[in-house]
């Protein structure tokens, strides 16, 4: 998949379900991959965060069934169609990357809509395993085009919630509800405000070429895989930090708290690895609250050193970047990026780059030339353009 190509044609999805499935499909839907401007690991701790949705997404040509029988397919995977019974839907079943849309569908069933079965072709271009959650807009899609199809009423803010509780009751991984938001609810030109206790939300207008600039995805082709512990790891340290501190989430640590809280965890006795996850976790909702006083006030470049925070963060306290991210942002500032930092869950995966737009051709010139010189795979560079949250095409 070529990142320069951000959609999938809907003649082209809806013709392959024809022939994979004998008919045509009842609809075809669309939802994006996401990247996050500011605020990691802060959406499973109640805190904020400030996605905006890429123009690469999933679409799915879907149908209506009445025999609870699941068959899914992707255009991006060798295997053939999988079948499936809907009554039978087991959660950390072995069905590979089929678990996401059978995980919407058990998920819809589980909170009693009426969900029988269903014919699902699926194409995607958003890339796997660069942290821009292309397992999320698999899942928004498919809960979209079944809320439709079976006219469920569900908005879009509900729908993302069923998509996270199949991600993490049903996958089995323990992510925050951003990444289902951000895919289900943004829209173009904006960067998606969320406080993710109660979901309350604001569209903040990011249009950075008004301003001469642009903000680059640098995919560093490094695969990670938020399943394997290392997530759930950080996850628990933060709820046994807040645990200690008597806290409902670590967003009810004020950040002009934060120093006094350490020090009761460590009177307390907690290590020194959960002591890391709370600065973050309590350090990077401050980094959010910053960037909205920012783009409020105008001042998009000031924006760029508190990305750069951000990253030291999550590389020294919560130890989630590798030795290819990192060299992307001392890199790309030391080619005149005002900010950059690693995005999404880490252990590889992507950074975003904010650049002057006349410097963004030598600035991802030397990021490239700094992995060939290091001896990595030449990374992936592409514009991140705010667009549009899920929705139907056909």
């Given amino acids: 998949m070529d990142v320069g190509e951000t959609g999938v044609g809907e003649t082209a999805v809806a013709e392959e379900f024809r022939r994979l499935y004998g008919a045509a499909p009842e609809g075809v839907w669309a939802a994006p991959g996401r990247v996050n401007l500011i605020g990691e690991y802060t959406d499973f701790n109640d805190g904020f965060v400030m996605p905006l949705a890429l123009p690469h997404q999933a679409v799915a040509a879907v149908s209506r069934r009445t025999d ?96 996270q509780r199949a991600e993490n009751d049903f996958v089995g991984v323990p992510c925050g509800i951003m990444d289902q938001m951000a895919s289900a609810c943004c829209t173009d030109g904006h960067a998606l405000h969320l406080d993710t206790r109660d979901l309350s939300q604001r569209q903040v207008p990011f249009d950075l070429a008004a301003r001469g600039l642009g903000l680059l995805v640098v995919d560093t082709r490094v695969k990670h895989a938020l399943g394997d512990g290392a997530y759930a790891e950080r996850r628990a340290g933060c709820e046994a930090g807040a645990r200690a501190l008597g806290v409902r989430a670590l967003r009810d640590v004020a950040y002009e708290d934060l120093p006094g809280a350490l020090d009761r965890l460590a009177a307390a006795g907690e290590s020194e690895t959960v002591r890391r996850y709370v600065r973050h976790v309590v350090s990077d909702d401050h980094r959010v609250e910053r960037v909205i006083a920012l783009l409020d006030a105008g001042d998009v470049r000031a924006v760029g050193p508190v990305l750069v925070e951000g990253h030291a963060s999550l590389r020294d306290d919560l130890r989630v970047s590798c030795a290819e991210l990192d060299l992307v942002v001392e890199t790309a500032t030391a080619a005149g990026a005002l900010g950059a930092r690693m995005t999404g869950g880490g252990f590889g995966g992507s950074a975003i780059v904010l650049v002057e737009e006349p410097d963004a051709d030598a600035v991802t010139k030397a990021v490239t030339e700094a992995f060939t010189a290091a001896g990595h795979t030449a990374p992936r560079v592409f514009p991140a353009i705010p667009s549009r949250g899920a929705h139907r095409l056909v």
């Fill in 68 to 163: 609870r029988v699941l068959r899914v397919h992707s255009a991006d995977t060798p295997q053939g169609v999988v079948q499936l019974d809907a009554d039978a839907l087991v959660p950390h079943s072995d069905t590979g990357w089929a678990a996401y849309p059978a995980g919407v569908v058990w998920a819809l069933r589980e909170a009693g809509h009426p969900v029988a079965g269903a014919d699902i072709h699926l194409a995607s271009t958003v890339p796997t395993g660069a942290g821009l959650s292309s397992s999320a807009a698999l899942e928004v899609v498919t809960a979209l085009a079944l809320n439709d199809l079976y006219g469920l009423g569900l908005s879009a803010p509900e729908l993302a919630v069923l998509a």
